[in-house]
T-cell receptor, first 114, second 112 residues
Framework: GAVVSQHPSWVICKSGTSVKIECRSL??????MFWYRQFPKQSLMLMAT?????????EQGVEKDKFLINHASLTLSTLTVTSAHPEDSSFYIC??????????FGSGTRLTVV | QQQVKQSPQSLIVQKGGIPIINCAYE??????FPWYQQFPGKGPALLIA?????SEKKEGRFTISFNKSAKQFSLHIMDSQPGDSATYFC???????????FGTGTRLQVFP
């Protein structure tokens, strides 16, 4: 089946630094990637949608200058959290569209900003 | 209109029981209704999904019941096992817009 590999699975960084999270589609081409954020015991909140070769579309309230998304190829999308602060600590998950209706999810990245 | 309402928030059953999780939506343009299972620290994994042209779909111990007129759908887990203890999310999407809208989640605990 379609697999999305997400790395790293967890990361700790100092406040003010930037962190990059990668998602790779292993056995298919991901035209559309989605990035979610999930706080403890809460649902997934869509942050942005990216299409290969074009600028990402951000959901209302999501700072595009803080959460930089790059989808430069059909197999790789990255999310960079810039100038991270403790309130950016969360679980970040990527997802790719598969076929007409399917979605496959990465295993998630636990970001802790200290 | 973009919301998917999910209940209950949490559910505790004994092994062998049949937990039922319910979801409701407003937007009649939704045409894909998946259920996901998520374990702590992991991404969601697709359990089963249904399109609005059928009223029920069964895969193994998991069954979706879909009521188009009531705009509701539910997940039934037959012969539940302790290994089914996880958080379950319903979701909905419109094929032409790509967005997947998630319910609020149900934390299921199955005791031996």
């Amino acid at each position: 089946g379609a697999v999305v590999s997400q790395h790293p699975s967890w990361v700790i960084c100092k406040s003010g630094t930037s962190v990059k999270i990668e998602c790779r589609s292993l056995d298919f081409q991901a035209t559309t990637m989605f990035w979610y954020r999930q706080f403890p015991k809460q649902s997934l909140m869509l942050m942005a949608t990216s299409n290969e070769g074009s600028k990402a579309t951000y959901e209302q309230g999501v700072e595009k200058d803080k959460f930089l998304i790059n989808h430069a190829s059909l197999t790789l999308s990255t999310l960079t959290v810039t100038s991270a602060h403790p309130e950016d600590s969360s679980f970040y998950i990527c997802s790719a569209r598969v076929g007409s209706y399917g979605y496959t999810f990465g295993s998630g990245t636990r970001l802790t900003v200290v | 209109q973009q919301q998917v309402k999910q209940s209950p928030q949490s559910l505790i059953v004994q092994k062998g029981g049949i937990p039922i999780i319910n979801c409701a939506y407003e937007n009649t343009a939704f045409d894909y209704f998946p259920w996901y299972q998520q374990f702590p620290g992991k991404g969601p994994a697709l359990l089963i999904a249904i399109r609005p042209d059928v009223s029920e779909k069964k895969e193994g111990r998991f069954t979706i019941s879909f009521n188009k007129s009531a705009k509701q759908f539910s997940l039934h887990i037959m012969d539940s096992q302790p290994g089914d203890s996880a958080t379950y999310f319903c979701a909905a999407s419109m094929g032409n817009t790509d967005k997947l809208i998630f319910g609020t989640g149900t934390r299921l605990q199955v005791f031996p």
